[in-house]
T-cell receptor
Framework: GESVGLHLPTLSVQEGDNSIINCAYS??????FIWYKQESGKGPQFIIDIRSNMDKRQGQRVTVLLNKTVKHLSLQIAATQPGDSAVYFC?????????FGKGTRLHILP | NAGVMQNPRHLVRRRGQEARLRCSPMKGHSHVYWYRQLPEEGLKFMVY????????ESGMPKERFSAEFPKEGPSILRIQQVVRGDSAAYFCASSPQPQGLTYEQYFGPGTRLTVT
């Protein structure tokens, strides 16, 4: 079965505010996680990744936090823009396979 | 450098027909992965191939589905005798030889299969 999942299926955020998308995983041996963005009608697009020897990693407007104690990771998007509207998946790399969670749809409110 | 290409983008088949989905990886990539996505779901791994070799097919249904990645040409996902439950988006991803601290698969735009 799946080992990664997301807490909320839909998240609505005001334009300009920060977005936080959460994800839980069950396998304490998991050591590599990836966040993907999927826009309507397109394939997933890599956003950012993190290994288990890190607690935090930052990219352009995005930050991923990993809490190994509670097996939780989150994606933070700063100053959310209309172009951020998409479905976001957390995923785990296991044996060269990417295991996807179900996704959170991010709605941007004007 | 062109990205991962998939064709056709949309495919309609009647029950019992065959569906052939093609994937051309990014230039220089020798690893190909196929995933299936049902509506409102995440992607599910199907098969991992390298040139002329199937590395991991643990996500492939045992019957009617097959995949290949020949020495020349695109990777092909073949579904024989399609049924309505095969209707989904099929995504291909490619990667170079994984190395270093970053591992990334590049996804194509997908083929949306509809079985009528």
């Amino acid at each position: 079965g799946e080992s990664v999942g997301l807490h909320l299926p839909t998240l609505s955020v005001q334009e300009g505010d920060n977005s936080i998308i959460n994800c839980a995983y069950s396998n304490s041996a998991s050591d590599y996680f990836i966040w993907y963005k999927q826009e309507s009608g397109k394939g997933p697009q890599f956003i950012i990744d993190i290994r288990s020897n890190m607690d935090k990693r930052q990219g352009q407007r995005v930050t991923v936090l990993l809490n190994k104690t509670v097996k939780h990771l989150s994606l933070q998007i700063a100053a959310t823009q209309p172009g951020d509207s998409a479905v976001y998946f957390c995923a785990e790399l296991r044996d060269d396979k990417i295991i996807f969670g179900k996704g959170t749809r991010l709605h941007i409110l004007p | 450098n062109a990205g991962v290409m998939q064709n056709p983008r949309h495919l309609v088949r009647r029950r019992g027909q065959e569906a052939r989905l093609r994937c051309s990886p990014m230039k220089g990539h020798s690893h190909v992965y196929w995933y299936r996505q049902l509506p409102e779901e995440g992607l599910k791994f199907m098969v991992y191939l390298q040139k002329e070799n199937i590395i991991d097919e643990s996500g492939m249904p045992k019957e009617r589905f097959s995949a290949e990645f020949p020495k020349e040409g695109p990777s092909i996902l073949r579904i024989q005798q399609v049924v309505r439950g095969d209707s989904a988006a099929y995504f291909c991803a490619s990667s170079p030889q994984p190395q270093g601290l970053t591992y990334e698969q590049y996804f194509g735009p997908g083929t949306r299969l509809t079985v009528t």
